[in-house]
């Protein structure tokens, strides 16, 4: 039972082409985000939607285009590639509001290895 | 804006040793705190968290307590086994649905 899950698992490309990462959930939860981690290992957001509407929106290169085509789904698309894109990226989902108050855990999926050569 | 400082690595320990990882924070507001482990080539798990201050996290022989006075959330396990061996990012949220602010991250080596 999967509960964050992303295809595929390791992608290498070359420059310049243009590759999608998708990630579903099935935990039923209302927000999904991605991430960065670069090769030191620093994690940064890029993007959140909340019930399908793009809610945070970092300092992204706009090569980078998230979609959200329903609540359970959060794909990345990646035009243009460069070097500097080669990361791992993390896919992660949350729900805001539960029975006994606000929810502050993200989980987060095994992530997508880039290597642009 | 918000930041978390966390110990540079790698962290080598024998078996059965005690670890601490330190981790400091910088909000605006009132966060609540985490700290996510990375085992090799998987992706990140929740630890452990604490949304308040004084409260304190535990999960796996893992603790941590939420230091408002200091702005700090130490990571601490009293023996660790080779199992433990992973990166710990500590991190925090303002916000429900907000963005997690993470640490660079400590990678912690256990040695049979």
């Known amino acids: 039972d999967t509960a964050v899950s992303q295809t595929p698992k390791y992608l290498v490309t070359q420059m310049g082409n243009d590759k999608s990462i998708k990630c579903e959930q099935n935990?039923?939860?209302?927000?999904m985000y991605w991430y960065k981690q670069d090769s030191k290992k620093f994690l940064k957001i890029m993007f959140s939607?909340?019930?399908?509407?793009?809610?945070i929106n970092e300092t992204v290169p706009n090569r980078f285009s998230p979609k959200s085509p329903d609540k359970a789904h959060l794909n990345l698309h990646i035009n243009s590639l460069e070097l500097g894109d080669s990361a791992v990226y993390f896919c992660?989902?949350?729900?805001?509001?539960?029975?006994?108050?606000?929810?502050?855990?993200?989980?987060f999926g095994p992530g997508t290895r880039l290597t642009v050569t | 804006g918000n930041s978390v400082t966390q110990m540079e690595g790698p962290v080598t320990l024998s078996e059965e040793a005690f670890l601490t990882i330190n981790c400091t924070y910088t909000a605006t507001g009132y966060p609540s705190l985490f700290w996510y482990v990375q085992y090799p080539g998987e992706g990140l798990q929740l630890l452990l968290k604490?949304?308040?201050?004084?409260d304190k996290g535990s999960n796996k022989g893992f603790e941590a307590t939420y230091r408002k006075e200091t702005t700090s959330f130490h990571l601490e396990k009293g023996s660790v086994q080779v199992s433990d061996s992973a990166v710990y990012f500590c991190?925090?949220?303002?916000?429900?649905?907000?963005?997690?602010?993470f640490g660079g991250g400590t990678r912690v080596l256990v040695k049979p």
């Open positions: 939607y909340n019930n399908k509407e793009l809610i």
């Open positions: 935990l039923g939860h209302d927000t």
């Open positions: 992660a989902s949350s729900q805001v509001y539960l029975a006994g108050g606000l929810s502050y855990e993200q989980y």
């Open positions: 604490a949304t308040k201050a004084d």
């Open positions: 991190a925090l949220i303002i916000a429900a649905g907000n963005k997690l602010t």
